[in-house]
Every structure is written in C-alpha cells, then in structure tokens.
C-alpha cells in the first residue's frame, strides 16, 4: 500500500494504477476507519476496482460550533486498518495541502442540500462537495464511493454529479450496524456506555417504524409520532429531526410508498449528536 500526503505524489499515483488498466474507486472519509468504511473498500474490491481511500478530516464541512477540533482522528490505526484491507492508496493530506491560505471556490448544490441536516449545519454539504470534487480532480477514479449511512450526502452528491455531468460512477454501499443495531460512525467513540445504551432506543423506534409499515400504516404522521413517543421516554436524547422523505429528493412525504422512502433522524446525546436512517 502507498501512502500519500501531496496531491502531485497523488496524482501520479492515480495515472499509474490508471495506466495498469484498473478502474480506480475512491473512498473519501474522515478517517478514524472502521467497519463501516470496510465494508465499502470489499464492495470496490469485490468488482477488481483499485481502491484510493482519502483520510483527511475537512475543515470546510465543520460549522465554527461543530466538532471539527475533537473530531477523533488516529491516523496510525488507519494506516494498520488500510494496509489488513489491502487499500491501494491511503491518502492523507493536510488542510494546508488542501485548502491553502487564500482557498476562495466552494461548490453548492441548492436544494437536496437545504432540509434536514442542511438546516442548522449549513457549511456541511457545501464543504463535503467542495472536498470531494477536489479530490476527484486530483485522483479522477471511474468510482466514487459512499455508504448509506449519510442518505442525504448521498442525494446531494448523485444530484451534484448529474448537474455538472461528473464522469464518475457513483457506488453505494449498504448502512454498518454494530450487532446490537447500533449505526457504526467514527463519533460513536464520543459516547460513554450509558449514553450508547440511551440511543439504542434510536434503533429500537425505527425497527417500530418498519414493523407499522409492514402492518400497513401508510401516515408520515403517525409514525413519527410513535418514534418520537419512544424517545420522548429517554432522558438524555433530544430529537433534532425525525423525517420520513424520498430518497432522491429528500422531501418530506405524507405517504410512505414501501422502497421508496426512508425515515431519516438527527440527535442528541447530551453533546453528542449523531444520524440514523432506515428504509421503510
Ligand atoms: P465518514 O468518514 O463518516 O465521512 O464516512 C465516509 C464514507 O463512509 C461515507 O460515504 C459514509 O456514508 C460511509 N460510512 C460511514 N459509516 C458507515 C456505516 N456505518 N455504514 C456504511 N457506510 C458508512
């Protein structure tokens, strides 16, 4: 495995596995790697992609009151993990590499990206976008890769690269849960046990969702009361959103239309606030 810290060594390294006939599939993530970005790199290998995965914690989608300063990085671990998953390349530029003093180009998509998270955390999209085309200018993969554990960054990339026709291919991968159900994300670390066992209740409500659809209620309405009933039980959460939406779109539905939608939350542990989404 290569490790990369400039975007010329970058570049170079992404025209020779070009140039050796493979389909390059980049990874962005905010490093702090685990199952989660795993499962994605075996998705990529499993077609014979070469797979570029970029650790670099951005600071243009962390808002001045978000966690950018504690957000957990452990950049020798990612190199172990990286190297048992046979990366490719694992690159890991600095923010002065990416985004030197005087950077002034941001990319924004104006719509998937306004509900949901996009209300209070307004820099997120637009600096995930911004990111992530730069990175794709620097590697120019076939593949783009992305988990659904982030739907709506999911339906803001796919709705950016159809705007400005990206030549990429955009390849999801199914949402990691821990085996009690619990989403795997870098910031669960955050979380002591007590509060991991209060936000299981997260989990346990949208398996209720998915247990009313399949008996056949339809109402938005209804099963978002019974998900905010369940939490409303837990003392240390506190609901940012709870949202039943298309996934194209991300527009509130009144309706649920089985496959088609999703039920998306935000919200808090204490100070700790994470998402989760199930497919209804
Ligand atoms: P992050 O490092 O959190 O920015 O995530 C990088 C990529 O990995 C994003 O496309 C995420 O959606 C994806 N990802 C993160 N956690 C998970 C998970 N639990 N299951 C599937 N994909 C995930």
Known sequence: MQKIETITAMRVAAAELRASGRRVALLPTLGALHAGHASLIRLAQARGDAVVVSAFVNPLQFGPSEDYAKYPRTPSADVAFAEREKVDVLFTPTAEEMFPKGFSTQLMEDYVSKPLCGVVRTALFRGTLTCWLKLMNIIQPAVLLMGEKDVQQVAVVRKAAQDLALPVEILVGPMVRDADGFAVSA??????????????????????????????????????????????????????????????????????????????????????????????
């Not at 209620?217 to 009361?225: G, L, M, P, T």
């Not at 905010?228 to 506190?238: F, V």
């Not at 309706?255 to 497919?279: C, K, M």
């Open 187 to 280: 910031r669960n670390t955050y979380l002591s046990p007590a509060h991991r066992e209060e936000a299981l209740a997260v989990y346990r409500s949208l398996c209720r969702a998915k247990e009313m659809v399949y008996s056949g209620v339809k109402s938005a309405d209804r099963i978002v009361a019974e998900v905010t009933h369940i939490l409303a039980e837990k003392r240390r959460l506190r609901v940012i959103y709870i949202l039943l939406v298309n996934r194209e779109t991300m527009e509130a539905v009144r309706e649920v239309v089985p496959g088609q939608h999703l039920l998306a939350i935000s919200y808090w542990v204490d100070e700790v606030r994470l998402t989760d989404n199930f497919s209804l």
